[in-house]
């Protein structure tokens, strides 16, 4: 999208927008620090056994003490990124504007954009500089691997088995929102443990009530009629955190 070049055209709206990573970066991590005492919570409060009606309730205050801890986190996001935007306004810039003008006359005689997979955190940084958002008007949308992840309402993290050890999903962002109603975990089958039912019975409670999409390759599901309807062989988390097939759902 041609971002590479506002380091020099625009070098104040690129030290800014560097300024912007690193607080979002320093926020992450001090997210990431209280993600894990919490997950570490419900996992022990999962694995006691006694009295086990009683244990019932603390585990979901627990629950509900990792959905605030996501809700928050967005919303501080937010807070920083509309700090920056009504700093230094980057889609009235000469530099952003000129190149947005562009993206807008390719997409002109344009039915179907496809947005591909790459690094999340910066397909998503690009698609937000240009406002490719509102560019899209009424065309079909095709999404995949990281592209379907930025084109849902919140994008997840995620990798329970990284070189470093277990991990854990953690909300990372707001996607573009061109789609409500899931989560898309693409490459599911390798990235996620998905027989471990006490992490994936977390996981699908935590994000609902949005379903946890499995899109491994050849999967898919398409918003038609006012509903999702999956193809492809593709796979959801229910609330007890078992694979079952996608079924056609309202968002």
Known sequence: LGAETLVTDDPELARAHRATQERLKTLRRAYNVRLEALISAHRHLVELTEASEVLEDEREAALAALRDLDARHLARVDEIRVEYEAEYRPLEREAVAGRRDQIETLLSDAQVVAIAGGHIATLLNRLRLFGV???????????????????????????????????????????????????????????????????????????????????????????????????????????????????????
Not at 184 to 192: C, E, G, K, N, V
Not at 203 to 224: I, M
Request: with cysteine; aromatic share 8%.
């Open 133 to 251: 958002r509102d560019l899209l008007g009424g065309r079909v949308v095709i999404a995949w691997s990281a592209g379907a992840m930025a084109v849902a309402r919140r994008v997840v993290l995620f990798h329970d088995r990284p070189p470093w050890g277990p991990g854990n999903a953690e909300v990372f962002d707001r996607g573009l929102g061109l789609v409500s109603g899931i989560v898309a975990f693409p490459h599911a089958t390798a990235r996620l443990a998905l027989n471990d039912r006490e992490r994936t019975t977390r996981l699908a409670r935590r994000f609902a009530p949005d379903v946890c999409t499995l899109l491994d390759p050849g999967a898919r599901v398409e918003w038609r009629d006012g509903r999702w309807r999956g193809s492809g062989g593709v796979q959801r988390l229910d609330r007890a955190g078992r694979r079952s097939r996608f079924r056609a759902a309202a968002a």
